[in-house]
Structure formats: structure tokens, C-alpha cells
């Protein structure tokens, strides 16, 4: 059997590299990454390859004036732009925030590692066999071990995951299996801009959309202040096939369906903040989306998966702002200070630009399996 997994919003699914500043030049509205080893086997016939290393040495980004002509001659592959305007956000950004994320490649091509996959399925299939009961149970269990000056382990909720996925050896998910995909074409790849976007309260449930920048959070009327984020993904449209087994159908079934209700309660909390911050490119993101999802049958599923599609993406619980999932994730450093707002939790998202506007969450795909 095969699975063919569709891009439905931009998506990246890397493998923890990105570009340096230094590894790229800027130049008619692509990103052209430069071969190295070309350059340096060039250089070293001549004089100059003294003064190119010095500059990568020294340089936050490559002078185009002396070394743009390596932009056109010596670029490994080019990555376009989403949106040509995008470039001149991206002229006026620090270097430091022009670290680009790369898709998950190999000397072929991109590709989707299976566990992208596998980890969304799963996720989805815990958030369908939790309740309140469960978080509650856990809860009560991290304050009693604190109570008893037990430190409290880093990973909560493995126990309870286990609890209805099963232990190792026999878990639900040892049912299925996914292989990394095939390869797909550089092609379908593009430069996407993104900023955080955040909510400001304005009263008693009333919220008004924010940006964040290294200063702070800013009001709508001041993006371009707002902080910019680049990162390589795969266009909607893009596709990757990998082989796919199941010990039966009536499994692939459970799992589809555990995912698909997981989907439609994460587009629920999407669409409302979209009501709140007024993003109505966002909104009719999310309708799409919607759509999309009571057509998929059920050997297709939706996956949030990959880079920038939040904690909601990863997190098995529907509603953050119950008492038992405060008193755990009061328990992790990170979301401490969020909390004490009081502003809905998570309040942030990443979103994904296109011609200009604040359009898509990234990650959405169409997971389907035929023989």
C-alpha cells in the first residue's frame, strides 16, 4: 500500500538545518544558495580566496557587490520568493533573523520523513482517548510527588499517554507503519514570510491582534515593526508518496477518524482566534480547511505536522484553560509567564504571509493511504 500526503497550507518539515546568511545571496526574487565547494575550488586558482574567506569570516551577510556574481554562476539550487515583496522585508531585517529553516532533504530531493507522520497520528490518537478525568488523574497524581518532595519527572504525561495508547510492545501505533516519502521536486519549494502574531485584551473577553517583535508585542497598524521569519516550505499542491502497511483496515480506520476529530478541534480554536484578531484572509484559511475535511473520507485524514504549527499542533487536550491542565502546564518554565496573563492560552501563532497577507497556518496536510 502507499500514502500520499498533499500540502494544504505551506509546510515544512526539516531536519534541523537552515541557511546562514552567509550561505546565500538575495537576487532576482530567489534565494540562490550557494556550492561551496565550486566557489573554493574557483578561488584557490587566483588571488581571491583570501578575501572571500576573510569575508565569511567577518561578514553577517556576503557584500553582493563584490560576490554576486557567484549568486548567478555558483548557486546550488534557487529558491524562490513566495511574494517578491517579501524581499524587501528581508533587505531591511537584521542578519541575525535571516537564518532560513531548510525542508528535510537528500542528495535527491525533499523529502517527508514517516515520523512527521506517525507523530501527528499519534497525538491525535491520544487526544481522542483523554478526558477531563484523565488530566485530572494526572494532576492530582504531579501534586501528590510534589507533596512528597518528588521531583516531577520532565516528560508528565508519558504514563498516561501509555494508559491508552498502550505500553511499548503492544501500543495501538505499532499497527500501522509509514516509511520516509519518496522524493519530490526543489520545484515545489518556496520562501515564505511569517511574523508571531498575538492577542491584546481590550475588556472583558475582548481582544484586538498583536505582533511580536524583539522590542515586544505591537498593534496591528505597525507590522512592518513586527519581526519577520523566513523559512524554505513546501507549497499547497506539493505532494509526497511513501509505502504504507496496516494490519488492517479497521485500524487505519480508528486512526484516521482520532486524527480527523483532533483536526476539526484544532480548527475550532483557529477560526475563534481569527473572529478575535479580525484576520479574515486567516479565516477563510480555516473555512478551506473546514471543507476539506468533511470531504475526507475515510481513508484520508487531516494532519497538523512539521514547523510553526504551535502547541495547539502538539498538544492531546481541547480545552487549556481547565483547572488540571493549568495546574501542569503551570509546572513547565516555558508557558509560566503566558499563564499569568490570563489572556486564552496558547496566544500566539505563527503565521504565513501570502501576496502581502496574513493568510495561512503552516502544516496543514491530506494524508491518504490506497492500495
Not at 580566496?49 to 555558483?74: H, I, M, P, R, T
Not at 511574523?195 to 508585542?217: D, F, N, Q, V
Not at 503551570?330 to 504565513?352: D, N
Request: charged share 25%; with cysteine; proline share 5%.
Amino acid at each position: 500500500m502507499k500514502y500520499r500526503v498533499t500540502c494544504l497550507t505551506p509546510t515544512l518539515v526539516g531536519d534541523g538545518d537552515q541557511l546562514a546568511p552567509i550561505d546565500y545571496m538575495v537576487w532576482k526574487d530567489h534565494v540562490n544558495v550557494l556550492d561551496q565547494h565550486r566557489i573554493f575550488k574557483l578561488l584557490s586558482k587566483g588571488p581571491r580566496l583570501e578575501g572571500y574567506l576573510q569575508q565569511l569570516k567577518k561578514a553577517e551577510k556576503l557584500d553582493f557587490a563584490s560576490w554576486g556574481g557567484f549568486a548567478q554562476n555558483f548557486a546550488g539550487r534557487r529558491i524562490a520568493f513566495e511574494d517578491a515583496n517579501a524581499v524587501k522585508v528581508w533587505e531591511r531585517t537584521p542578519a541575525q533573523q535571516l537564518f532560513i529553516p531548510t525542508f528535510a532533504s537528500s542528495p535527491t530531493g525533499p523529502f517527508l520523513p514517516a515520523t512527521s507522520i506517525k507523530g501527528a497520528l499519534r497525538t491525535g490518537s491520544v487526544f481522542d482517548r483523554w478526558s477531563e478525568a484523565s488530566l485530572k488523574e494526572l494532576a492530582n497524581r504531579v501534586q501528590a510527588e510534589e507533596a512528597e518532595g518528588r521531583r516531577v519527572p520532565r516528560n508528565l504525561a508519558s504514563k498516561a499517554e501509555d494508559s491508552v495508547l498502550g505500553a511499548a510492545g503492544k501500543s495501538i501505533m505499532r499497527k500501522v507503519s509509514a516509511g520516509d516519502s519518496g522524493t519530490a521536486g526543489h520545484g515545489g519549494m518556496k520562501v515564505y514570510l511569517l511574523r508571531t502574531s498575538t492577542l491584546i485584551a481590550k475588556g472583558e473577553g475582548k481582544y484586538e491582534l498583536g505582533w511580536k517583535s524583539l522590542r515586544g508585542t505591537v498593534d496591528a497598524r505597525r507590522l512592518d515593526d513586527a519581526t519577520p521569519t523566513f523559512a524554505e516550505m513546501a507549497a499547497p499542491g506539493t505532494a509526497f508518496e511513501g509505502v504504507w502497511s496496516e494490519a488492517s483496515e479497521k485500524d487505519r480506520t480508528k486512526l484516521f477518524q482520532a486524527a480527523n476529530r483532533y483536526a476539526s478541534a484544532q480548527l475550532a480554536r483557529h477560526k475563534q482566534y481569527a473572529q478575535w484578531t479580525g484576520l479574515a484572509p486567516l479565516a477563510a484559511t480555516i473555512d478551506g480547511l473546514e471543507a476539506k475535511l468533511k470531504a475526507a473520507g475515510e481513508n484520508a485524514c487531516l494532519l497538523s505536522i512539521g514547523w510553526g504549527g504551535g502547541l495547539l499542533s502538539k498538544l492531546a487536550v481541547e480545552d487549556t484553560a481547565s483547572p488540571s491542565f493549568k495546574t501542569l502546564a503551570k509546572r513547565v518554565t516555558l508557558y509560566q509567564r503566558a499563564l499569568q496573563t490570563g489572556l486564552p492560552f496558547p496566544k500566539t501563532r505563527r503565521i504565513v504571509f501570502q501576496g502581502g497577507k496574513a493568510a495561512q497556518i503552516p502544516g496543514w496536510v491530506l494524508l491518504e493511504v490506497t492500495p
